[in-house]
C-alpha cells in the first residue's frame, strides 16, 4: 500500500520562508511525476510545481522565482521550497505521486501566511 507523508508546513509571516516534504512509501515501483498542488477554501484546487523523474520542473505563474521544488529519488520524496511568502499562498498544500497508470495524493498539510 503507497503511502505519502506530508510534513513541514505551518503558520508564518508574509516574507518568510516554509520547506514542505512528502515522502512515499510502500512501494518498490517506478516514481514518475511528482508535484504539490494546493487548495483555498472556496477554490479550486490547483497546480503549484511539478517535477518528472529526470528533473524538469515546471511552476505556476503565481510561484515562479519564489518556490523551488526538488526531488531525492533514492528516497523516494519530494520538496518544495517556498521563499517570500505572500498572504495569497495561503492553501492546504497536497503532493502528489504518479506510478503509472496510479496517482496518489498525500493528505495535505496547511499554509498560512499573514499579512
Known amino acids: 500500500q503507497v503511502q505519502l507523508v506530508e510534513s513541514g508546513g505551518g503558520l508564518v509571516q508574509a516574507g518568510g520562508s516554509l520547506r514542505l516534504s512528502c515522502a512515499a512509501s510502500?512501494?518498490?515501483?517506478?516514481?514518475?511525476?511528482m508535484g504539490w498542488y494546493r487548495q483555498a477554501p472556496g477554490k479550486q484546487r490547483e497546480l503549484v510545481a511539478t517535477i518528472t523523474s529526470s528533473g524538469n520542473t515546471n511552476y505556476a505563474d503565481s510561484v515562479k522565482g519564489r518556490f523551488t521544488i526538488a526531488r531525492d529519488n533514492a528516497k523516494n520524496t519530494v520538496y518544495l521550497q517556498m521563499n517570500n511568502l505572500k498572504p495569497e499562498d495561503t492553501a492546504v498544500y497536497y503532493c502528489?505521486?504518479?506510478?503509472?497508470?496510479?496517482?496518489?495524493w498525500g493528505q495535505g498539510t496547511q499554509v498560512t501566511v499573514s499579512s
Open positions: 510502500g512501494t518498490r515501483s517506478r516514481i514518475d511525476a
Open positions: 502528489k505521486v504518479q506510478m503509472w497508470p496510479t496517482n496518489y
